[in-house]
């Protein structure tokens, strides 16, 4: 129980491009989705925190016009690096937590897979 | 906000030794202290974690340790085995935000 899935896994594309990563609780209801960024050999940064059916809420630094966050469901939330460029390569991890995931309590965070995106 | 601070940054041991990787974080607000195990390339493993009303906690062959007074946890694993190696992280929770220490490299030599 408790699994949360990420697609696509790798993604390239061209500078200028924008880019869709979807995060999904496959067997729970995720209140609240988290979005992080991990370069290489580094630790993981929070993005935004997202909760269903409002805004997110994003940590200082990241831009909320690049880096677009919609919870529209309590399984879905979707991470859009608009316009993207060599500098925005990097891992990106999303996690969800729930009362009901697996016993754990709201603060028990499951990570997805970690879309590996890489701008030419 | 929350600072987490890990230590060391690569730690290298013989199989069969033991491995500790001690965290100190900033904020007394935080009351959910997670470690994570995380291989190249792959996802964060929750391997074991504690909240801030236990000291200690243990799951075979790993143990975390919690001083809220001095607020620093600490993750050990005995009887280390070459699949340990990986990166593990520190994490501390304020309000179900977490916030990551640094990362510890972690090589367990046969």
């Known amino acids: 129980g408790a699994v949360v899935s990420q697609h696509p896994s790798r993604v390239i594309c061209k500078s200028g491009t924008s880019v869709k990563i979807e995060c999904r609780s496959l067997?729970?209801?995720?209140?609240?989705m988290f979005w992080y960024r991990q370069f290489p050999k580094q630790s993981l940064m929070l993005m935004a925190t997202?909760?269903?059916?409002?805004?997110?809420?994003?940590e200082q630094g990241v831009e909320k016009d690049k880096f677009l966050i919609n919870h529209a469901s309590l399984t879905l939330s979707t991470l859009t690096v608009t316009s993207a460029h060599p500098e925005d390569s990097s891992f990106y991890i999303c996690?969800?937590?729930?009362?009901?995931?697996?016993?754990?309590?709201?603060?028990?965070?499951?990570f997805g897979p970690g879309t590996r995106l890489t701008v030419l | 906000g929350e600072n987490v601070e890990q230590h060391p940054s690569t730690l290298s041991v013989q199989e069969g030794d033991s491995a500790v990787i001690k965290c100190t974080y900033s904020?007394?607000?935080?009351?959910?202290f997670p470690w994570y195990k995380q291989e190249l390339g792959k996802r964060p493993q929750l391997i074991i974690d504690i909240r801030s009303n236990v000291g200690e906690k243990k799951d075979q062959r790993i143990a975390v340790t919690l001083n809220k007074t001095a607020k620093h946890f600490s993750l050990h694993i005995t009887e280390t085995q070459p699949e340990d190696s990986a990166v593990y992280f520190c994490a501390a929770s304020s309000y179900g935000k977490l916030t990551f220490g640094q990362g510890t490299i972690l090589t367990v030599h046969p």
């Open positions: 997202s909760n269903e059916g409002s805004k997110a809420t994003y």
């Open positions: 904020d007394s607000a935080s009351n959910y």
């Open positions: 067997d729970f209801q995720a209140t609240t």
């Open positions: 996690s969800a937590s729930s009362a009901g995931a697996e016993g754990g309590g709201t603060d028990t965070q499951y």
